[in-house]
Structure formats: structure tokens, C-alpha cells
């Protein structure tokens, strides 16, 4: 924007106050006050329209097309969602206003800490943690509170070789240590090597159930006996519990802290990598340590409680409120079975596309996954030298946003692609055929996949000029002799 | 039942059979029988999308509160939006969008991001931003562990003119990470630093204005961190920065506010905008996502996340932070409001909300009883002294249709008379309030005060 | 003073300066000086966007009609809008583009008028749709016109059954075109068509359902114009054509009807949707613009506006319509709503509405002194007799959070006992309303009845 | 969107009514049931929204950019008003509702009628006309009235040869006979000319002031005693009334019958071609024909009532409302002192842009003009064999809209050129080297100017295959052998 800004320009229209003007000098001493005047940018509302209109026609979204960014799940997100966060009742509200002027607030935020526990079959849950990173540090919290109030000074958490990388920064943060476990050639958990790294040192493991690869851990109840059996508690990372809404609970497996991602299951918007959402749930004996202050019912209305022994705030309020309202406006929208048919057609949709690939990407273990599906482009690769990302890329000429690229990591030249259950069959035969011109072209042509992409508002960046030579402000591209 | 699945009971049926089973349930019949749900979710079952609606707007009729005239502040600010941010900032490209992993097909949100950090480096003065943390407190947190790494020490100096929730959560976070608190206390609305330096601390912490409205002394927080080896965090306001001098003018090393002032509705506390910026030597110690400007194989001007080594995704457990999602929508939004707020629309409307706090100060100081905390200099809100429990004061003030302010504990020391006194309450003045919403404060106020 | 310029003082002066004069006003120097306005516009200074918005929402709150529950309809519905439509049809690129004059960067307007068109020659029955006229009542004007310069003939019989605004407006514009106008009665809620034929007739003019909100007898209609030589237009709502027969099954030559129900609000009456559809033989003389497919230079599928040589800007006096502006946002919108309920949807919401309306009619029934005003089918409006004058009773009614309906004369023929009985009110269900809301129907009136 | 579509597929969730499900057949007698499903299109919501939003992304708007479309007043839309007619208590109120329920709806109305009036100088306005041409249409209705409510069965209307498409149209439509008046060489109107058609046959002459070349007429004071001396009546076509906000008014001219295009000088959206609102406002003898009803002052309130001799309803209810309140608020917003800018700043860009392109694109008329210029291309023409067309078409592919061309027909090859006043100097200063680019592209290269545009969605539009072969649905699509 501050290539269309010229000072004397403004868009800014402030209401008429009657209230008689000040001179600031009256009012912020001379060792307080600025001496100069802050340079923002100076733009006609015409202009800053055009401006960032413009920018908007140069961004990919789900509402332009699939999205098939494993892990992260881009469904569609109801646009239904998005009036009720802006009801003015729910959004014109303080966070700081009493509790007898919020009830409607606090009511909403009961009500899903009710259907979140339903859903997982936990006890009770905190809605403060803004995406599911916190919620996985809050977790660890509250893991770390159990064994302390215990007297048990645990130093340990395990986590599978094929986690996200937000679940090592969150054990390093909550003052564990991790101790990776490698998986199976099935793309499953090592039990063996999960048995041999316990002991009564170890707080507690860390799971996503489907795994990252997009596969049920089917020892889980084996696992969860092993590690309930040396004082460890299960947490359960929940980024893809969209593939077992009403099919299976992490509750029901023996995961005694669940966070969920609401802005994956429960289909907030990402908002171009935020706001998010992440709630943590847990078990009985964890409810005390919860974060707080907490909804609570009370009488016949709601009050603010802060349990017994928690952790403390998460989070500088009561969580990401109008995340947690569209993702309540989305559950009763669903309701039982909507859910349970959602968690069906995720996993269908990756089935049906693990199948329909294998001739040209197989996936990286053969059987049946979840809502996603890995598969590798090492044969292509030694074939004709195009890598998972330039596929990736020539997908994006396509119309299509590209798959998760080289995560997991313990899998080659991966490509993670989840279809999501809002992508219909006719879409799904769509990004196969153009993978097949890709892998085709491939063969063919390989150059032309390497310089892919083409139709897209810029062509491949230079990530190294980025990194080498910071240039991370409007200012410092001016230092740099750029503008 | 309603649902968004695009899929016909045909294509249902086709799929499975390519798939080589019978029934949707065969898709999950590898899992263990006995985690297997019986009975579906007990859950009520889905209604329409306009059946939720009404019963969201009817839960949404209960918050009394957002029908009061906003007196309230301490983070949580009741600014105009302008229909035009909200135009814009709500444009799907930008809402339904992920994080900018594919760099040519995601400049929008990039630049707009890189906009963002321009922005927030101006305003705090600092020569690099991020690209958004999930909230002021989250920003704090960050900073107590960039300063712990950066100096390899624990100890953290915060002022208890800090945020009391930010403070907390602080505290939560630290179980985690070991950092040893201890508060300086206020006398007369600012902090008393203790003299000489220290040499345990990672951080000294002070708010600029601070929790209760007042301007701190700046250069004696510099001066201890300096006598210490530690970093001055300074958890700025945005919008007094525009008429106040920067975080960075004071030689701060971090700058960590809350953003939401900039475009996003009070929303109950959130989503809102943690923001933070650094100086240029801290940069490899960054905390999430930062956008850089670099060019594409054409040599066009292109944006793309950058110094990623940082990140958690890479760095894994040696990662600056565990951040991953943000609050991109935010940033975005906070981009387009300064935008729209222009260089003069921004100082008017810092005047024009330190005009209405200096108004309603002096105005509310006729009222009986009732008296300022402090003579210190503040900026857009304030403490007062009601002589009686600022709670039910609140509460009679609601009654007329005015949402007082915020209850507050902890402003003197504790045990300097009477512990943690409950009879102070903060003010807030924005650009909203005309000269008859501060009459009708001060109206409810001596109402309130008299009863 | 709050403008949209982007104009600097200093651009101001700069661009002055490139044209040799010196202030604003030179630019108007050739302006006579007697035409020149001195002093100001004699209207109120400007104030803020946000003190304007603020003064619209007072206005907007004394409309106490927007609060109740609407039993109103007779060509203006209150359906439901879903927030996907609401929030497709106000993307920017719609709303802010002109008439698609260059289709290389308009096909997103032409495909959606495309797809328009499609849906409203589907809901007619007949095979070619323009791209939208201002209204239902400026639709029918223009099929008069067509009709007049097809036949060569100025007679146009039209139904008493047929929308009094909308024959109020054909009256209006025959002051031009000299359409010579005969008004066929009704009896017992249904037209009574004369019997043999007419050498005078251009059109024959027939509601389904009709104002009233009973079926009409349109092989008559039909047959009256075949043994006059004149048109048939059919003045169809496009709602209850999802259950009844299209205006094309009954033959109609010309289908005209008001679109708002799919997808715009209640508005006060408008912009509304013109909807017309014609036989294929009478394409040359549509009014309006009209969407056809063909390629680009590369062989792509593309839409642009075609049968231009009909229009105003090429044509002028011998055009066959003056419209050039028409309500193409709205006709974008009703393709959007349609897209959104479907074929399964527009049946269950038609079934909806008349499932409500029949069940309110025999709830109503009971009430002492209500009587239906005819046997006549009806599908989702129907005329009741109050026995009493329905203007206090709707006062009444309002009372109690219920817009009953709309007041009409003319029901029954002039001279047919008492002349225009005041006690008529015709009565609508959307599928908005629930149960309970009939109920509430019910007592509203039965109190507004026995006061 | 019907190559999405899918049977049984429905996006479409109606609320709950708690209503008993009848049969049709019990309510709609079988000679008038439909006997087969109306077939519409078969989409679920998240397909719906892909395609729209898709389709979007194939517009131009004038939030993306400079739209200089002579004659239209493409200027910015402020998102207030959108804003405006959000509000519930304006979008949802039944029309037909009694005035004691409508009380801010008619208030609005009369407050926009009263600012009309001013801004014209006009004694009384009908808010009913839903655009210009309506406006038109209404207008010569009223002089109709007027001469026949004297007796007098007058025939002609004159009109300039320079003016719009709707004005003959309309005079058609009104029962009148079309004089055209031909345009001296300096764009006005040839008052000799106009003489020689005067005569007591003539109701009135119709004129856009300034002129649809820009031009204001300079002789507005003897051509309203011309005609006003055989007792025509003067009509005012609003289009180009964004020239002369607040510096001169049509009343003031004496003209007698305004109509204003609410979408072009009060920025209200075009929204792709309508909606649009066309009031009509008149001198006091003109009042008592006004169509009704019209919202009047009355007591403390508002109410409505028909004038004495009014020619009747000219629209379904009462007018484009939702297109009115915005109106007003542009109105409200910018005020006398705003307004007068306004129109500054629209003539301020124009004769700068005239200015600037006379060495590539002279003036049609080489002298000032008001809020737009006409260029003409037939030098370049004649020089490189490239038309007005072409260069318009090259100006998509430089990221503008394009002027409106071949309009007024009186100019050969012309560019009708209205930047608007919300274009900044730096946006006209890119639009004038987009042109020089342009002209010396077709000196250089013309076949690649004949070729252009390139990078719009689709390339020239094949027009003649449209009008020879219709396809206007997609099931004439389907008969035509293209799907
Ligand atoms: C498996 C997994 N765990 C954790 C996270 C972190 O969640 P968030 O981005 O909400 O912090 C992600 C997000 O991508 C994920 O995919
Ligand atoms: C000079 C002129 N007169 C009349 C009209 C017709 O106005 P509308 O399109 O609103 O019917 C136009 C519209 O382009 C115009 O430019």
C-alpha cells in the first residue's frame, strides 16, 4: 500500500464528538510525548480499496477451489458461520464485562465445552488455548501439574518420529524433554521401541490417532496400556480428529488430554493462517488443573470459576470467542449424524483417492487411511527427476492448491493430501487427471514441470534472497535501494 | 439432516464399490472394535442453518453488555470500524485462505502480512515485526522466552503496572520454562524499580501507558536493564504510540502489544492480535512466522515467509516458539484499518481519545468521592478511586446503560494500606464517545456512587 | 468536510497549474455567470460515515414493520435469504462492475446472467429469457409492448386478477404508447373471461396465481387470444411455479413475473427483478439485454450480450424497449438463490409455503366472522373477508408483532354488491413461518376481529 | 454452475416449521399441478460458492481499478452505503405496509426528494423511476400531461444528434416524434438549427448538460428561451449531473424536467448493470402530474398521498428504495461543501486527462471540457490501421477498464473518457502512459494492438456468431450440440 501512499491523503472519516479539542501538549508531558509526527501510510479509501482488492485477486482460498493441504484440513467454511460471529450481541461484547451482563457469552461457551467433551468422551475442557499449538502446551501443563501434584518429577514425553513439529516446541516449552519413536514399515507406532523407551521417568506420550501418515493406530489400546502402565498419561494431538467424529472417541481409547484445532474439524476459517481455535479437553483426574477462569453453570445462569488448582491463564482473555462460536454454530448444525457422515466422507474421499492415484503416486503404505492419505513421488523422482515439489507446483497451474509437501518426514518426496469431505467425487476425478497430466508431462517433458508455475501471479520465489538478505518491512526494502 | 457434503447417494455407492466394500462403515472397520463409537455421538441432532442462526442470535440477545455505551478498556478496545474494513477484510480470498506455504499463489495474504510488519515497526519503533502472535499476553510470553534465550538467564523484573492477565498467563507458561517472576511494585500509578542492577535478570517488563491508564518512566526501566544485562520489554499501546513516544525511541529491545484496536471488534477477547517486534539483532530469535520480500524467477517483486530455520516445523524441538497458526486474518485486518486510518487519521483519533480521557477525568473528579489514583500522565484511560467497591458501582451504572469501566485489584503495593484495595476502577475513552456519553458517565457515576 | 478524493492540495494546485489556471472555479469560467450557482448547495454540511450510519439506523428503527412477523406478500415475499447467498451476490466484483460493455473482462457477470436466464426459462416453461427488466409490474409493460408491435394492435384485456400496481403502471404508459385498456372482472375469485373472439386484442392478460392468489383458468385466457389473434401473457410467481404448471405448459406467449422472492430482501418494494420470458418467434423483440454463448479468438467457451441491434444505444427511437440500465444484480442473485436450493429445495419450499398457507386458511376459517373469499385452489396467498374493514384489523394485528396482510379492493367485480368491499385482506406464508407463528396468526386476528 | 450439477445433490436446508407435510395433491387440483419436477440445477454449497466466487475472479469492478467508461460515472462506491441498506430495519419492511409501520422509510424518502430538489433547483421530485431511461420515460410522461392538461396536442421533441441511445427511445415510448438537432463543430447544439425545428408542435427539447461530448452548452440561456418562447418545455437528462454538483443547477438553466442517475452521480453500485434509481424532479408547474403515491410531510409524521392530476404509478411500488437510502447517505456524507468538490474534482481530472493525451489522442473538441473528454482515434486510424476498439481492448490488457467507445455517434472514432473524481493523479498518469504505450505499440506493432486483449480470462468475444446462432440458456446450449 505505501506505493499508492502521498502524504495529505486520507481515508479516515472520525465522527463528530462535540467534545472541545485539546492540545496534547496539555495533556502528555514533553518527556512523554512524540516529537515527531508517526508515518503510517496515506491513502484515498478509493485507493486502499483498489489496493487491497487487488491483492485479494492474487490469493488462493478455499472458496476458489480444493484445497488438499494435508493435516491442516481446508474444508469449506459455511458462510452461516460467519454472520453469527457477527451478531453484534456476541460481538460487541467486553471481555471484561460481568459476568451478569455476558450470560449469552458464557452460555455458549458451557454449551460447547459440553459438545467438545461429547465428542472426544472427556470429562471437561478449557476453550482458552488460541490454536492448537497452545492447546498442546497447555496440555503438557497439565500434565507436567498432574505428576507434580503427585510429587512426581517426570522428565520425559514420547513422541512418534512422525509428529508435527509443533509437538516437540510444545514438549521443549512445558520443560519435558522428547524422546522420538520411530515408527513401523506399516507407518504405525514401533511398539517394541515404544516399550523400550519407557519407564517411570516419562510424563506421558504424545499421539495423533489417525497418525500423520493418515493411519489408525490400531495398538492404541496396547499403547495406552504400556504407557497408563508406568504412570504416563496419553495426550491426543486432535489436527485430525475430523476423520473419527462419531466413529471413535479419543476418550474411549485411553487419551487422557485431547486438543482439537476447531479451525480443522470443526470448519472455522483459517483466515490465511489464523485465527485459530484449540481447545483442550481432559480427563477426571486433570479437570482440577485446568486452565481458568472457566464458564461454569451456576444457579440458573453462568459464573466464571477458577478450579481448584490450575495451571492459570492461557491466554490474556477467555480464548478466541468467535472462533469457539462458529465452531458451536457448525456442531449444531451437524448435530450426531451429520458429524458421524462428515468423519465418512473425509475418509472416503482420501480412500478413493489413495486408490485412484497408485498407478502414478503411490501412496506410501499401502492399505487403507483415514482422511488423508501420504503418498511418494521417489519413483517419479528416479524416473525423471521431477520431486514432490514440482508437482506440487504444476499443480497449482492447474486451478489446484498444492498438497502438503515433504511432511511427514519420515516419508520420501511425500505429498500429503487430504481431500476433505466437502470436495465431491466430480472435483476429486479432477485433481487426479491433472496429477496425471503432471506425472505425464513428467515423462515427457520434465523441464516444463521444473519451471511450473507459470499462470500463477508470480512464478517460483527466491526463498534463499529472502532468508539471505532480510527484507521484512516497507523500510528496510527502502535501506536496501529496492524502492 | 443437514450437512455440506456435495455427495449423492449414487456417488456414495459408486465410490465404495471402488473402493471394494459395501458400507460406509467398512471404511472404518480396521479400528479396534472396542474404540469403535456405538450409538452415535449424545449430541443433539443438526438443525438448519437458520434454525442456528436464531438460536445463536437469541444467545447473543442475553449479552446485556453489548448494548452498553463501552467505558471499558485495559486491552479491549470499542473503536469504530469503518464499513470499509470491514468490506475488505472480510474478503473470502483472505478468510478461507491457509498459511502462505505456497508462496505464488498466496501474495495477497504475504504482502498484506509484509504491510503488516511494516506497520507495527513504525509503531513501536522497532526495525522488524512478526507477522502476528495469538494475543498481547501470548506476545509477552514470547518475549520472556527470546530474552531468556537471548541473555541465558531466568529472571524476569515485571512491573505490576503489566497487564494482571498477561502477567498470568506469564506465569502459567513459565511452569514450563523455569523463568523466576518477581513483580515491581507501583507507587502513585507507576513502577518503583529497585536501584542497581541484577545479575540474574533475562527481562525487565513495563507497560507504556500501563494497565491503569499511567505513563511509566521509560528511561529508569532502560537504565536497570542496562545495569542488569537484561532486555527491556516494553508491552506497548498501539494506539497512545501514536502520540506518545515508541518503544523504540526509548531504546527498547521488544515491543509486544495487543492489536485489536486496530479493526476487530471487542469479540469477547478474542480473536485478537498479539503483536511484536524486535531490533535487528534478535531477529534469528523471532517467534513465528515473518514475511520477506524477495523476487521470482522473473524477477518480479514477491513475497514469501522467510528465516524459517526459526520455526517449529524445521527446528522442531529447538524451535524459538511452538507458534504455528497465528492470527493472520487479524494482522491483515489491523493492516487495512491503519490504512484506512491514514498517518493524520491515526494521531486524530490518539488525540481524540486522550482528549475525551482528559475531559471525563476532570469532569468525573467534581463527582463526589470519587478521585483519580494518581497524578501521573496518562494517555486514553485511567484509574479512579470510587471510595466504595467499584462492583456494585458497575453494576448501577449498567443500569443506565453504561458499562463503567473495568474492576481492578493490585494497583498499590501490597500491604501499603489495606492490601489490594477493591475500590478502584478504569476508565476508557475512545473516539466513540461523544461529549454527551461522558455526561452520561458522569451522570450514572454520581448516581451510582450516591446510592 | 469527509470526500472519497485522493486529491493532495498539492496534486490540486499541480494539476491547476498543467492546465495554466489557477483555482477550482477557473475550470467552470465558461459556465454562463447567470447559470453559476452561488452560495452553496442550500442542503445540510457533511458529516462522517459513521455519524451518517448512525442517523440511517434511527431512521431505519422507526420502521416498525421490520420487527413483525409478515403474513404480506402480493409480489413482495419474505423468504429466507441463506448467508451463502448474502454473501456471494455482495462480492465487489458484482456489485461495483457496469453493464458488461466488454465481455474479455466481464464474463463473470455475463455467465451468471447466463445461467439467469436458464433458470427463468425453466420456471416459465418457455424457452428464451432476457437478462432482467426493472420490476414485475415494468416486465408486464413491456410485454404490452411487444405485444402491441407483434400484433400491430393497441387492446390489451387484462385481469382484474392481475397486480393493481402493476395495471396502475401499464395505465401510466399507455399516456405514450396508447394501449387502449379493458379490465376482464373477477367472480368468485377467478377471471370471467369474455366469450368468442376480438380483432382489437395485442394481449390477453392473465395472473397465475393471480393477485388475489388463486388459479386461474388459463385455457380460457388462452383460448380467448388464440380466437382473438392476440398474445397471451401469463403474470406467473416464479415461486409457486415449482408445484404448478409453467406459464409455457399453458401455451402463454409471454411469461412476465417479480423475482425478488429468490434472494432479495423485502426492500420497501425494490430494486426488485423484472423476470420475462417469451417464445422463441418473438426473440427479436425482446426488450432489455439478453446473454448468448459463443467463443473467444481461441475457440474458449465465452458469454457476451447479443440481439443487440434491438436496443436503445443502437437502434433509439425505433428500439423495442428504452431500457438500458436494468436490475442485473438482482437477476445475479436469483441465480445464486436457485443454485442454492436446488431442484429438491424450490419444490419443498414452494410445498412449504402452500402447505402453510392451506393450513392457515382452515385455521382462520374458524374464526367467527373470517371467511375464505373463494373456493378457488390457491397456493400460497389467498383472499379472506373480514366483515369488517381489514385496515383497522391489520392496525390491531401490528399491535401484537403481526403484519396480517395486505388490504385490498377489487376482489369482486364494480356494481357486484356494495361496489369495492373494504373488508378484503389477502394473506401470504412463506416457509419462514412456523407453527407457532400461525397460531400467533390466528389470535391476532381473532382479537382484531371480536374488538 | 449446470456443469456442477448433480441429481440429488442439494445445498438448499430449510428451517424447521413444526408444520404437518401435506400432500400437493390434496392443495393444488391436478389440472393445475405441475406433473414433472421442475428441474433447476442440483449443487451443493460449497460447489455453489466455488463457482461464484470463480466467476467473480473473471470481473472486472471498479474496486479492482480505473474504470473510465464515458457517460456511466464508474466512481467509487462507498461501502457505507452497502452498509446502509443492510440495516434491517430499512431491508425488511414489507412495501406494502401501512404508513404508521413505515414512518423511517417515508422520512428517508421525503428527505431525499427535499435534497434533490435543492441540488437541482427544483421544486418537487417522484423517487419512482428504477433508472435513467425509467426517469426519462416519466419525464416526458409528465410534459405529456402538462401540454395535454393545456389542451394542447403537441407532437415533437427535439434532441440533439449527440444524445444517448434512451432519449429517442423514450420519446418513442411517450407517444412523441423525434426531432434531432445536429451539433455545431464545437459539440454544442446549432442554435439555427434549432430555430429552424422550433414550433408550436414541439413539447420540448431534451438535453444533457453538460453534453454527452463534455461540453458544457454554453447557450443553455437561449436555448430555454427558444423553446420555452413556442411553450416546449425543457428536460434535463441527469447522467452528466456529477459536472455540475454544487457550481450550477438545471433549474437555475430552466429546464423544467430533471431525471438523475442515482448510480452515477451519487455513486450508489452499478451492480453489473442495475440496479439503478432514476427520480424525477420538476419546476412547480409541473407538480400536481407527479406519479403516485408519494411519500409527503404530514402533521407530525409522514404519509402518503397522490397529486391532484398525477399520471399514475410508474414502477411496482415505490421506487429502487435500497438504491435510494444509499443515494442519501452519499448525499449526508459529503454535504453542500462535499458535493461542490466533487464535481471540481471530476472536471479537475478530465481536462487534465485531455490535456495529457492531446498529442496521442487529440480532443474531439479542443476546449474545456467538464467531467469527461472525447478523444478521437481516427488520425491513428488513418496512421496505423488501429481503431478506437482496439485500443480499447489493449487497454484491458494493461490492467484499466476501458472507455466507452463509439459514443456519441457524432464523433468518429471516439474514446469517451471519464476519469470520475475518485481517480488519483498518479492512477490518471498511469492510464495516460497505458495509452501512449498503447498508440506506440500500434506505430510499432500494430498487429499485436489488432490482437489484443491477452491477458483477460477470455480473448475477443466472437459477437456475430452470438447474434447468428443464439444459445441464451444452457439447454439451447444443450440442443446446439455444445454440451
Ligand atoms: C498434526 C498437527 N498438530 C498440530 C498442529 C498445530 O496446530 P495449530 O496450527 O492450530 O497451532 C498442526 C497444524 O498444522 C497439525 O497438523
Ligand atoms: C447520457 C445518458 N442518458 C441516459 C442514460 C440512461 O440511464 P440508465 O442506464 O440509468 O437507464 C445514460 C446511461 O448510460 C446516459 O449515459
Not at chain 1, 157 to 165: E, F, N, Q, R, Y
Not at chain 1, 417 to 441: D, F, G, K, Q, Y
Not at chain 2, 206 to 224: I, K, T
Request: proline fraction near 5%.
Amino acid at each position: 500500500m505505501f506505493e499508492l501512499s502521498s502524504p495529505g491523503r486520507s481515508a479516515a472519516q472520525l465522527r463528530a464528538t462535540g467534545i472541545a479539542p485539546r492540545d496534547l501538549d496539555a495533556m502528555i508531558p514533553s518527556e512523554h510525548r512524540r516529537d515527531d509526527v508517526l508515518e503510517t501510510v496515506d491513502l484515498a479509501e478509493r485507493d486502499l480499496v483498489g489496493h487491497v482488492t487487488r491483492l485479494s485477486a492474487r490469493q488462493y482460498s478455499v472458496d476458489l477451489g480444493a484445497y488438499p493441504l494435508g493435516s491442516c484440513t481446508m474444508k469449506y467454511n459455511p458462510k452461516m458461520a460467519d454472520e453469527v460471529a457477527g451478531l453484534a450481541g456476541l460481538a460487541h461484547v467486553h471481555p471484561a464485562a460481568d459476568a451478569s451482563l455476558t450470560q449469552g457469552w458464557l452460555e455458549l461457551l458451557v454449551t460447547l465445552e459440553e459438545r467438545l467433551c461429547a465428542i472426544t468422551g472427556m470429562a471437561a475442557a478449557t476453550l482458552q488455548p488460541a490454536a492448537g499449538a497452545a492447546g498442546e502446551l497447555t496440555g503438557l501443563l497439565l500434565m507436567r501439574a498432574y505428576h507434580s501434584a503427585r510429587g512426581d518429577a517426570r522428565k520425559r514425553v514420547l513422541i512418534p518420529d512422525s509428529a508435527h513439529g509443533t509437538n516437540p516446541a510444545s514438549v521443549t516449552l512445558s520443560g519435558y524433554q522428547v524422546t522420538t519413536v520411530p515408527s513401523t514399515e506399516r507407518g504405525l507406532v514401533d511398539l517394541e521401541a515404544l516399550a523400550a523407551r519407557l519407564g517411570d521417568d516419562v510424563a506421558g506420550i504424545m499421539l495423533t490417532n489417525p497418525n500423520t501418515v493418515g493411519l489408525f493406530e490400531e495398538d492404541i489400546e496396547t499403547i495406552a496400556e504400556l504407557v497408563h502402565g508406568v504412570g504416563g498419561l496419553l495426550y491426543y494431538d486432535g489436527a485430525n480428529l475430523n476423520a473419527i467424529l462419531g466413529q471413535a472417541r479419543p476418550g474411549d481409547m485411553g487419551f487422557d488430554i485431547v486438543h482439537m484445532n476447531l479451525h480443522k474439524t470443526f470448519a472455522t476459517p483459517h483466515g490465511g493462517g489464523g485465527p485459530g481455535a484449540g481447545p483442550v479437553a481432559v480427563g477426571e483426574s486433570l479437570v482440577d488443573f485446568l486452565p481458568g477462569p472457566r464458564p461454569v453453570r451456576q444457579n440458573d445462569g453462568y459464573a466464571w470459576a477458577t478450579p481448584a488448582r490450575s495451571i492459570g491463564r492461557v491466554h490474556g482473555w477467555h480464548g478466541n470467542a468467535l472462533v469457539l462460536a462458529r465452531a458451536l454454530a457448525y456442531i449444531e448444525t451437524h448435530g450426531a449424524a451429520g458429524l458421524g457422515e462428515v468423519a465418512e466422507h473425509a475418509v472416503l474421499n482420501a480412500n478413493w483417492m489413495r486408490r485412484r492415484l497408485a498407478a502414478i503416486l503411490p501412496a506410501a503404505y499401502d492399505r487403507p487411511c483415514m482422511h488423508e492419505c501420504v503418498v511418494t513421488a521417489t519413483a517419479l523422482k528416479d524416473a525423471t527427476g521431477v520431486r514432490a515439489l514440482d508437482v506440487a507446483k504444476s499443480l497449482l497451474d492447474e486451478g489446484f492448491h498444492a498438497p502438503t509437501v515433504y511432511f511427514p518426514l519420515i516419508v520420501d518426496e511425500a505429498l500429503m493430501i487430504e481431500p476433505t469431505e466437502t470436495e465431491s467425487p466430480e472435483t476429486l476425478e479432477a485433481l487426479a487427471e491433472a496429477l496425471e497430466r503432471i506425472v505425464a508431462r513428467a515423462h515427457s517433458d520434465p523441464e516444463s514441470v521444473h519451471a511450473a508455475p507459470q499462470a500463477t501471479p508470480v512464478g517460483r520465489v527466491d526463498e534463499a534472497r529472502a532468508a539471505r538478505t532480510l527484507v521484512a518491512t516497507e523500510d528496510m526494502a527502502t535501506r536496501a535501494g529496492l524502492r | 439432516m443437514p450437512t455440506y457434503l456435495p455427495h449423492t447417494a449414487e456417488q456414495d455407492a459408486a465410490m465404495l464399490r471402488f473402493l471394494g466394500l459395501e458400507h460406509m462403515e467398512d471404511l472404518f472397520a480396521h479400528l479396534p472394535a472396542a474404540v469403535r463409537l456405538a450409538g452415535g455421538l449424545p449430541i443433539p441432532e443438526g438443525r438448519s442453518e437458520l434454525d442456528v442462526l436464531d438460536e445463536m442470535a437469541v444467545l447473543a440477545s442475553r449479552n446485556v453488555a453489548a448494548g452498553l455505551t463501552c467505558f471499558a478498556g485495559v486491552g479491549a478496545y470499542d473503536h469504530d470500524i469503518p464499513p470499509v474494513v470491514r468490506a475488505l477484510a472480510s474478503r473470502s480470498e483472505f478468510v478461507t485462505a491457509y498459511t502462505p506455504y505456497q508462496p505464488e499463489v498466496a501474495q495477497g495474504v504475504l504482502q498484506a502480512l509484509f504491510e503488516y510488519q511494516t506497520l507495527v515497526a513504525r509503531l513501536s519503533g522497532l526495525p522488524i515485526a512478526n507477522a502476528s502472535l495469538y494475543d498481547g499476553a501470548a506476545a509477552l510470553v514470547e518475549a520472556l522466552n527470546l530474552a531468556a534465550s537471548t541473555t541465558g538467564r531466568h529472571g524476569v523484573l515485571i512491573s505490576r503496572g503489566v497487564h494482571p492477565h498477561w502477567r498470568a498467563a506469564a506465569r502459567t507458561f513459565a511452569a514450563g520454562t523455569g523463568h523466576q517472576f518477581e513483580e515491581a511494585p507501583l507507587v502513585g500509578g507507576v513502577t518503583v524499580w529497585p536501584t542497581g542492577g541484577r545479575d540474574d535478570l533475562a527481562a525487565v517488563v513495563v507497560g507504556y501507558p500501563n494497565y491503569w491508564g499511567f505513563l511509566e518512566d521509560l528511561a529508569a526501566a532502560r537504565a536497570l536493564a542496562d545495569a542488569s544485562g537484561a532486555l527491556l520489554v516494553v508491552a506497548g499501546d498501539p494506539v497512545a504510540a501514536a502520540v506518545v513516544r515508541s518503544a523504540g525511541s526509548w531504546d527498547a529491545d521488544v515491543f509486544v502489544g495487543e492489536g485489536q484496536a486496530f479493526g476487530t471488534a471487542l469479540s469477547f477477547g478474542g480473536p485478537y492480535l498479539g503483536m511484536f517486534a524486535v531490533r535487528e539483532e534478535l531477529v534469528r530469535r523471532l517467534p513465528g512466522r515473518i514475511v520477506g520480500e524477495t523476487v521470482d524467477v522473473a524477477g518480479r517483486r514477491a513475497f514469501v515467509t522467510t528465516l524459517r530455520a526459526r520455526e517449529q516445523d524445521i527446528r522442531r524441538e529447538r524451535a524459538t516458539s511452538n507458534v504455528c497458526t497465528n492470527q493472520t486474518l487479524m494482522a491483515v485486518t489491523a493492516a487495512i484499518q491503519l490504512g484506512w486510518l491514514g498517518t493524520a487519521g491515526l494521531r486524530e483519533m490518539a488525540l481524540r481519545c486522550a482528549t475525551g480521557a482528559h475531559e471525563l477525568a476532570e469532569r468525573v473528579a467534581q463527582v463526589p468521592g470519587v478521585r483519580l489514583a494518581s497524578a501521573a500522565p496518562f494517555v486514553r484511560e485511567f484509574a479512579l478511586h470510587l471510595g466504595r467497591p467499584a462492583g456494585p458501582v458497575l453494576a448501577a451504572m449498567a443500569r443506565r446503560g453504561i458499562l463503567g469501566g473495568v474492576a481492578a485489584r493490585g494497583l498499590e503495593p501490597p500491604g501499603s494500606g489495606g492490601g489490594e484495595r477493591d475500590d478502584v476502577l478504569i476508565v476508557t475513552v475512545t473516539e466513540r464517545h461523544r461529549d454527551r456519553d461522558l455526561d452520561a458517565y458522569v451522570e450514572a457515576l454520581r448516581a451510582a456512587v450516591a446510592s
